[in-house]
């Protein structure tokens, strides 16, 4: 079991940004090989993937809707992941999700999942 927890939501105006932090708690961890996550879910829509990171951090992915704005990082422990969002827009706005796969795929089936931090973006 890997108990997640997402930091850093809160309230910005469109174009300003944010950084998200997720990190274990509990005493667990984020064992090797496990790829990490982050999705987000926007008012009346469904949880969508924003960006996924491998173990190693040579793999990435980014939704069409966030590249070129979003960063995703993880630690050199590689037990902390950072989402840097710049430009924010009014549509950023949702719960984000931190979460985690055993099998290191970025694109595969997420077990792990955090309670999730708020971001509102205010046009």
């Known amino acids: 079991q890997v108990f997640l927890e997402e930091t850093g939501g809160g309230v910005v105006q469109a174009g300003g940004s944010l950084r998200l932090t997720c990190a274990t708690s509990?005493?667990?961890?984020?064992?090797?090989?496990?790829?990490v996550a982050w999705f987000r879910q926007a008012p009346g829509k469904e949880r969508e993937l924003a960006a996924a990171?491998?173990?190693?951090?040579?793999?990435?992915y980014y939704a069409d809707s966030v590249k070129g704005r979003f960063t995703i990082s993880r630690d050199n422990a590689k037990t902390t992941v950072f989402l840097q969002m710049n430009s924010l827009k009014p549509e950023d706005t949702g719960v984000y999700y931190c979460?985690?796969?055993?099998?290191?795929?970025?694109?595969?089936?997420?077990?792990?999942w955090g309670p999730g931090t708020q971001v509102a973006v205010s046009s």
């Open positions: 509990g005493g667990t961890y984020i064992r090797f090989g496990y790829a």
């Open positions: 979460a985690a796969e055993r099998s290191g795929k970025i694109l595969g089936a997420y077990e792990y």
């Open positions: 990171i491998s173990w190693s951090g040579e793999d990435t």
